[in-house]
Structures are given as structure tokens and as C-alpha cells.
């Protein structure tokens, strides 16, 4: 096809910038805990994707980001997203149009814990006060933007971890969705 792809053999956007193959520091594998991450990516992606079967409009599959091990769902509102001075190619590609996004991801330095989130780009005025369930769910500003976070954890002590789990993802769509304005009933799936 006469595609030529350069492959960049260092992290991308983490802390360590050092090349894998001069990476020494960063080498243990602990078979339990890769089997117990595995079985937990393959247990959410049911729910994951029971959620995105709710949805009648565009979303993405269930997948897992390549960068950062999050396991993600996006949904779009159908509308092109304003261009912003500065982004990446890839960035511009990403965020072409208006999305809100649900994901997993085993946590960060600032969060300590893993955790489900939600993100509404761009990001409407207000999202930030508008409630989110379960009530252990908060919002946190983050990268210039407003995190809709529930740790795993409390999640996994709730009486019904899925139940819990979904309104958490419910309630952070219907924040984004209708502080963005969104047409939500026509993107609701009608059985």
C-alpha cells in the first residue's frame, strides 16, 4: 500500500520519558496482578458496553486506550466541535465534534486510586454543579476541565456495584448532555 509507519519506541504521554529499550527502571511483572487487571478490563467491559447499548447515537466501541490502559466509551452529540488553536493532529481528530466519555483507569499520582470518570468536551458552562450519582461521585478540575470521578473502590462496596457503576455513568451523561444541550431524546434507544 506503500504506507511507511515510524515507530516511536518511547512513552507518550507519561511521566517517564525514557526509551523501552534503555528503560530499566520500569520493568517488573507481577503475573497476579496483570491476571487480576485482565479479569477486571473483561468484567467491566460488559457493563461498559450494556451502557453503550442505551445510546441510539454514534459511540465508539468499548476499547481500551492505548496510552494510558483506560478502558473507554464515547458517545457524540452529532455536532462539530468548535477548532481550537494549538491542538495536535491527532487531538483535532479526536475532538472534531462533541463527545461525552465514560472510562476506567487505574488512577494517577494526584488521584492515588483507580476510578471510573466522565469528561463532556467542549465543555458546557455550569457542568460542574450539576449533581452526580452515586453520592461517593464528585467532580474535580482537571486539565483545564471539570472530571466527573467514582473510585473503584466505592463502587465496589455499594450494595449493587453495576446498579451503582451505571448511575454513575447516567448521571454524568445526562450532566454533560444537557448542560451542552444536547437533543437527548432523540438520542435515546427506544426498544
Known amino acids: 500500500m506503500g504506507i511507511v509507519a515510524a515507530i516511536r519506541p518511547r512513552p507518550y504521554d507519561c511521566f517517564s520519558k525514557i526509551p523501552f529499550r534503555d528503560d530499566r527502571e520500569h520493568r517488573s511483572y507481577d503475573r497476579a496482578y496483570i491476571t487480576r487487571f485482565h479479569r477486571l478490563l473483561v468484567a467491566l467491559d460488559g ?52 463527545v461525552i466519555s465514560f472510562g476506567f483507569w487505574s488512577g494517577d499520582d494526584e488521584l492515588g486510586a483507580p476510578a471510573f470518570y466522565s469528561y463532556t468536551y467542549p465543555e458546557p458552562a455550569g457542568l460542574r454543579g450539576l449533581p452526580l450519582q452515586p453520592r461517593e461521585a464528585f467532580w474535580k478540575p482537571r486539565n483545564g476541565g471539570s472530571l466527573g ?33 444536547w437533543d437527548i431524546k432523540a438520542l435515546e434507544k427506544r426498544w
Do not use: Q
Open 47 to 98: 457493563a461498559f458496553a450494556g451502557f453503550r447499548g442505551r445510546f441510539a447515537g454514534k459511540s465508539t466501541p468499548v476499547h481500551l486506550f492505548w496510552h494510558t490502559f483506560d478502558l473507554v466509551v464515547t458517545r457524540f452529540s452529532g455536532r462539530a466541535a468548535p477548532k481550537v488553536e494549538g491542538m495536535s493532529a491527532m487531538l483535532r481528530e479526536a475532538y472534531s465534534h462533541e
Open 149 to 181: 470521578l467514582y473510585r473503584y473502590d466505592d463502587m465496589r462496596s455499594a450494595a449493587d456495584p453495576r446498579a451503582a457503576l451505571l448511575a454513575f455513568f447516567d448521571s454524568a451523561y445526562l450532566a454533560g448532555a444537557s448542560a451542552a444541550h
